[in-house]
């Protein structure tokens, strides 16, 4: 028999246990005492069930679901003595962010996250959010329905999660610019002819970060630090003209924040995203976490470049979004998702990623709002499939 739960362990579900953010998320949480500190009542994933399971026998979780509603057989009989309940497909992944936890991490990537995050939302969970494609394509929906819940959203993607430490809650009103740092990627000093030029492998190494395929290539075209402008926006509270971008090849100032006396604070550490998901998963509290210690000497400096929105359209692309309200987010998101897989696949150049974005976006700017999710997947769906009539015309 299992002995009895401490009745004092913090309940955690993650959504997209399988991924970078949720594999990095349970380290953590082992590193913080595992089964003994923690109960796990639901983790999700999609194709790698092998690893699902593994974390199921790991964490002893109550429910485990892939969101591929045809490998429901091959995981139910995999956790067959484990007392891991199977779920799979989109309602077991709702019913994922249902069941009941002090806190849900939403590590999904893309809008597939939106459903079961909202429906943690809904019951009053405070949210880890790294799912930063819940703000961008649906911001206004996500944020009324956080301050409806009155749970805490933290934000964990690393820009934001700095922002959250050195934002003061007493001070929001001098507030007066959010710094949004982004590494530049592994084509920072690139011309516009080399980057036209670049494949998926390239694009994909990170120089300090390690993520996932989509995220990596998302940052050396900065359509990272454009989601991460308007999840910036949502999060803050802030106007377009209030979020800037700097390079700063190092990682090692997460972002910053200026207020009306002149002061910048910052948030330094290590490129380690066990920090960002610590910080969130144990607010208010700071844990002792198993990340490497800032060096300051060794580092011995700092550097800051103005990003160059030629090479770098992206950046426009988000303001331009921000500016235009309603859907547009949505429809970024689901054009640069549309780009980016043909990216991948070859079809299309690197730089031709933001023109199918911006085309899409123009096509799509008709003022429209969502006042439900459905109109969000509805703005998600049209954008994909114009960004795809874009790409086939232009094969
Ligand atoms: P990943 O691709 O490594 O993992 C994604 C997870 O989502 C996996 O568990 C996968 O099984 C699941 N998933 C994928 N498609 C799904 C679908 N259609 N339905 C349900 N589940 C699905 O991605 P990641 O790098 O862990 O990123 C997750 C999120 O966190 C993204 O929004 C990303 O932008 C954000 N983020 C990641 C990092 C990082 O260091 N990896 C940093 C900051 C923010
Ligand atoms: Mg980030």
């Known amino acids: 028999m299992n002995p009895a739960p401490a009745p004092d362990r913090r309940r955690i579900s993650i959504l997209g246990a399988t991924g970078s953010i949720g594999r990095n998320t349970l380290d953590v949480m082992s590193h913080l005492g595992g089964r003994d500190a923690f109960e796990v009542p639901a ?55 249902e069941r009941d936890t002090d806190l849900v991490m939403a590590g999904i990537v893309g809008i597939a996250g939106l459903a079961p995050t909202l429906a943690a939302i809904a019951r009053g969970a405070d949210i880890a959010l790294a799912n930063k494609e819940c703000l961008v394509s649906a911001g206004d929906l996500f944020t009324a329905a956080m301050a409806k819940s009155g749970g805490k959203l933290l934000p964990v993607d690393s820009e934001h999660n700095a922002i959250f430490q050195v934002l003061e809650e007493n001070q929001r009103h001098a507030v007066e610019r959010i710094i949004l740092t982004a590494s530049g990627g592994p084509f920072r000093d690139h011309t516009l002819d080399q980057m036209a030029a670049v494949t998926p492998e390239r694009a994909a190494a990170h120089p300090n970060w390690s993520m996932g395929l989509k995220i990596s290539i998302d940052s050396a075209s900065m359509f990272n630090k454009a989601l991460e402008m308007i999840e910036a926006r949502h999060l803050f509270g802030m106007r377009p003209e209030q979020i800037e971008v700097i390079i700063h090849p190092q990682s090692i100032i997460h972002s910053m924040v200026g207020y009306s006396d002149g002061s910048v604070l910052a948030q330094l550490g290590v490129p380690d995203m066990r920090h960002a998901i610590g910080y969130a998963i144990c607010h208010p509290r700071r844990a002792s976490l198993p990340v490497e210690r800032l060096d300051l000497a060794a580092l011995a400096r700092l550097d800051f470049i103005a990003p160059d929105e030629t090479r770098f359209p992206a950046l ?56 439900t999710i459905e109109d969000v997947y509805a703005a998600d769906r049209e954008a994909r499939a114009v960004a795809s009539s874009l790409l086939r015309k232009s094969a």
């Open 43 to 97: 983790i999700t994933g999609m194709g790698n069930i092998g690893l699902l399971v593994e974390q199921a026998r790991q964490t002893g979780a109550g429910f485990a679901v892939t969101a591929d509603p045809d490998r429901y057989n091959e995981l139910k009989s995999a956790l067959a003595g484990t007392g891991t309940q199977a779920g799979a497909g989109p309602t077991a992944l709702v019913e994922a962010g």
């Open 316 to 371: 426009a692309l988000a303001r331009t979004a921000m500016r235009r309200g309603g859907l547009q987010g949505a429809v970024l998101n689901g054009a640069k998702e549309i780009a980016l897989e043909a990216f991948i696949a070859g079809q299309t150049g690197f730089l031709d990623m933001a023109d199918i974005v911006a085309a899409t976006m123009d096509r799509l700017d008709d003022g429209r709002a969502a006042a």
